[in-house]
């Protein structure tokens, strides 16, 4: 069976501080991946996906970017966070040939102080 | 543009009271609409996915349904067990790869 996880659970940094989340996808083969933002009182933001290893699309512009390393790994960055990027930060996966249902990790909380 | 919207926005009901969610959506062409359960914390669960007007789902108290422009998910006779966040998202025809709209979900909290 697939699984998806996400790392760290909940972080905490501080304005101007680096930022790495990591998702991993265990039990399946080029899946497309997914980054959402999840800010309080809104809805699930898209950020980034990515069909293929070294293939990122961005859907909004801002100070975070996406990389995919290896074909089951996303990482989402930025080099200066921004009070703005407090949310709750989601990975998702859908299944090569899926009928485009996602299924989404646990997610990590952010917390820019 | 395309756009979901759910409502209400928070529903309260007493355990056993049947109801009705709705996720409306002004769409270009319709390539799935989709159903997700979201406990706080934790991220969403995928519950159904309907594709054509008339299409029906059933998962437990949970039934889906889809018309051409809005989707109803009707729980029946509620638990406390079934007090969370639905999203529901839709995938347009225009979109690429599996890209989801959401919208902004439905607060359910059943009281005992």
């Known amino acids: 069976s697939q699984t998806i996880h996400q790392w760290p659970a909940t972080l905490v940094q501080p304005v101007g501080s680096p930022l790495s989340l990591e998702c991993t996808v265990e039990?399946?083969?080029?899946?497309?991946l997914y980054w959402y933002r999840q800010a309080a009182g809104r809805g699930l933001q898209l950020l980034f996906y990515?069909?293929?290893?070294?293939?990122i699309s961005s859907e909004v512009p801002q100070n975070l970017s996406a990389s995919r390393p290896q074909d089951r790994q996303f990482i989402l960055s930025s080099k200066k966070l921004l009070l703005s990027d407090s949310g709750f930060y989601l990975c998702?996966?859908?299944?090569?040939?899926?009928?485009?249902?996602?299924?989404f990790g646990p997610g990590t909380r952010l917390t820019v102080t | 543009e395309d756009q979901v919207t759910q409502s209400p926005e928070a529903l309260r009901l007493q355990e056993g009271e049947s109801s009705s969610l709705n996720c409306s959506y002004t769409?270009?062409?319709?390539?799935?609409l989709f159903w997700y359960r979201q406990d706080p914390g934790k991220g969403p669960e995928f519950l159904f996915t309907?594709?054509?007007a008339g299409e029906e789902k059933e998962k437990e108290r949970l039934k889906a349904t889809l018309t051409k422009k809005e989707s109803f998910l009707h729980i029946t006779a509620p638990k406390p067990e079934d007090s969370a966040t639905y999203l529901c998202?839709?995938?347009?025809?225009?979109?690429?790869?599996?890209?989801?709209?959401f919208g902004k979900g439905t607060m359910l909290l059943v009281s005992p």
């Open positions: 998702a996966w859908t299944p090569l040939g899926a009928s485009y249902e996602q299924y």
């Open positions: 039990g399946t083969s080029n899946p497309n």
């Open positions: 990515s069909v293929g290893i070294g293939q």
């Open positions: 769409v270009s062409g319709l390539r799935g």
């Open positions: 309907l594709y054509s």
């Open positions: 998202a839709v995938q347009f025809m225009n979109s690429g790869y599996s890209t989801l709209t």
